[in-house]
């Protein structure tokens, strides 16, 4: 498990990589539709928020290392990646920092993608605002 402050950054970044690939899949529906229907603006746009995203995420994405190899956690590396990494979509076998990604966003766990050991990511999801919960 990383440590809460770093662990918790990891989330926030991982946040930023799913950002970011939404506005990869609006990328390629906007090249469909500017052959369609000729709506460059959309693909403008979405070309340069995916650009700044990624300006922004790449950099971070290199901060983070897996706790048991070493290894990048969101970026593959020169080594050979293991086969029992997840896989989005695993029908065309991508490797992919995508599911890493995913997996932290909504399961606060992933599967290194270089040696395959499971790590825990510790979030806080309190807020300042929210109640305090009542279990009985």
């Known amino acids: 498990m990383l440590s809460h402050p770093r662990s918790h950054f990891l989330y926030v ?4 990589g799913v950002w970011s690939f939404c506005w990869f899949a609006l990328l390629l529906m906007g090249i469909l539709l500017v052959f369609c ?3 460059a603006i959309l693909f403008a746009v979405a070309l340069c928020i995916f650009f700044i995203n990624m300006f922004v995420f790449l950099p971070l994405a290199f901060s983070f290392r897996c706790p048991h190899c070493d290894g990048f956690v ?3 590396d020169w080594r050979t990646l293991q086969p029992a990494r997840k896989r989005v979509p695993a029908v065309l076998g991508l490797a992919s920092w995508v599911a890493v990604v995913f997996d932290i966003v909504l399961h606060h766990q992933f599967t290194c993608m270089h ?3 499971r790590c825990l ?3 806080n999801t309190d807020t300042p ?4 919960r009542h279990d009985h």
């Not at 970044?13 to 930023?16: K, P, R, S």
């Not at 605002?129 to 305090?132: K, T, V, Y």
Request: with cysteine.
């Open 13 to 16: 970044v991982a946040w930023l």
């Open 37 to 39: 229907f000729h709506w």
């Open 115 to 117: 040696c395959a050991e």
């Open 129 to 132: 605002n929210s109640l305090p």
């Open 121 to 123: 990511v510790k979030v």
């Open 74 to 76: 969101l970026v593959p």
